[in-house]
């Protein structure tokens, strides 16, 4: 199962502008996962691509349940 990932955001607000069904922020001003649905949307991958310290990431969720 893939996953979404935020890790070390600057806040500049990119990926929120480009794609707020994926991302919204956190009480610290920084970038937060808001859903994991639609993980090939043309929105995300736009955001991922612009992200400026490339904090955004898909990852293949390994952990067994």
Do not use: R, Y
């Not at 893939?2 to 956190?26: R, S, T, Y």
């Not at 994991?36 to 067994?64: H, M, R």
Request: aromatic share 4%.
């Amino acid at each position: 199962m893939k996953k979404l990932e935020v890790n070390g955001c600057i806040g500049c607000g990119m990926c929120i502008g480009a794609d707020p069904e994926h991302f919204e922020f956190d009480s610290d001003g920084l970038s937060t996962v808001k859903s994991e649905e639609n993980l090939d949307s043309e929105a995300l991958q736009g955001a991922i691509a612009g992200c400026p310290v490339n904090a955004i990431s898909i990852t293949e969720d390994t952990e067994e349940n």
